[in-house]
C-alpha cells in the first residue's frame, strides 16, 4: 500500500507538491482505496444528472440522495463530502458527522485510523470515527496519529501528544512527520532528522528531505538540492543513519514484507520498480 502519508502532502517529510501533483495523488489514492477496502462498510459513489454526489448500497439501493458537489470514495466506512456550506465527513448510513466547514484531516490514511483531524474556528482537535470530539479544538495545526502518537503546533513549533493528550515531546521543531517504525522525523535549522519516542534525537538532522521509516529502512535525499519538488531520495538509511544503499528513488513506497517500490522519474514517470532490503531488483513494470 502506498505510504504517502500526512495530508496528502505527501511523501515523509517532503515538501508540498504543486497543485497538479497533488490532483495525481488525489487520483492515485482515490483508486488505491477503493480496489483496497472493496465495499467494506462502504458505499459506491454516484452522480445524478445535474452532477451532484449521491451513494448506492452494493444492490444499487440509495442510501444518500445526491446532494453533494463533491464526494470521495468510502473508505472503512467514511467518506468526505462538500456542499456550498463546507466539508464534512459522513458514515455509511449517510449521517454528518460534524458541522460544515474547511476541509478536515483525510480520512484517506494508512495509518492507525483511529482519530481523525478536524479544524474548528481556524483551531484543530480530533474526533473519533462516529464524530464524537475526542481532543479539544485547541492546537495551530495538527497531524495524525500514529502509533499512538501525533505532532501538533503550538505557537509556531511542533511536538508530539499522545492519545490521552499530554504534550509528550515539547514543541520545539520547525516541522515534523508522524511516528513510523517508532521514529519521527524531525527538522530543525531546515534539515531533517529522526527522535524517538521520548524525544531523543537518534539521527542528527542533515537531511534535504526524508521518508518515514519502515521496517528498519528510510530513504532520505543528502544532497544540498531538492527534486521533484522534495519527491526524490538518493540513500537508503537504516536506524543508526547508516547508508545500506544508494540509487535515485522517486516517490519512494516504503517496506511492507521486505519490499519497497518507487518509480525512475518524476511525476510517475519511468519504469515503477520493486526492490528488496539490500536494493535488489525484484521487478520493473
Not at 490514511?109 to 481556524?122: C, G, Q
Not at 537504516?238 to 528513488?249: L, Q
Request: some cysteine; hydrophobic content about 35%; aromatic content about 16%.
Amino acid at each position: 500500500m502506498f505510504r504517502y502519508m500526512y495530508d496528502i502532502s505527501c511523501c515523509g517529510a517532503l515538501k508540498k507538491h504543486s497543485s497538479s501533483m497533488k490532483t495525481h495523488l488525489i487520483l492515485i489514492f482515490n483508486l488505491i482505496f477503493a480496489l483496497t477496502f472493496g465495499q467494506q462498510e462502504n458505499l459506491i459513489k454516484f452522480q445524478d444528472d445535474s452532477r451532484l454526489n449521491g451513494y448506492k448500497n452494493a444492490e444499487g439501493e440509495i442510501i444518500v440522495k445526491p446532494m453533494y458537489k463533491h464526494a470521495s470514495v468510502f473508505n472503512q466506512g467514511l467518506a468526505l463530502v462538500s456542499t456550498d456550506a463546507g466539508w464534512t465527513i459522513i458514515n455509511s448510513k449517510g449521517n454528518e458527522l460534524v458541522e460544515y466547514g474547511e476541509f478536515p484531516g483525510t480520512v484517506y490514511s494508512n495509518l492507525e485510523y483511529k482519530y481523525i483531524r478536524h479544524k474548528k474556528n481556524d483551531k484543530w482537535g480530533f474526533i473519533d470515527r462516529k464524530g464524537n470530539l475526542i481532543i479539544d479544538y485547541q492546537y495551530d495545526e495538527t497531524k495524525d496519529f500514529n502509533e499512538e502518537m501525533a505532532s501538533v503546533q503550538i505557537d509556531g513549533k511542533w511536538g508530539f501528544i499522545n492519545i490521552e493528550n499530554e504534550l509528550i515531546i515539547k514543541p520545539i521543531f520547525e516541522n515534523t512527520q508522524v511516528f513510523s517504525d517508532n521514529f519521527a522525523a524531525i527538522q530543525l535549522n531546515e534539515k531533517w532528522g529522526f527522535i524517538d519516542k521520548e524525544g531523543n534525537q537518534v539521527i542528527e538532522p542533515k537531511y534535504k528531505s526524508v521518508y518515514n521509516f519502515s521496517e528498519g529502512l528510510c530513504a532520505v535525499n543528502s544532497q544540498p538540492f531538492d527534486m521533484a519538488n522534495g519527491g526524490w531520495a538518493n540513500e537508503i538509511i537504516d536506524k543508526s543513519g547508516k547508508i545500506v544503499f544508494t540509487g535515485e528513488f522517486y516517490f519512494f513506497n516504503g517496506y511492507s514484507n521486505g519490499i519497497a517500490d518507487y518509480w525512475e522519474g518524476y511525476h510517475f514517470s519511468g519504469k515503477h520498480i520493486f526492490i528488496d532490503r539490500k536494493g535488489n531488483v525484484i521487478r520493473a513494470e
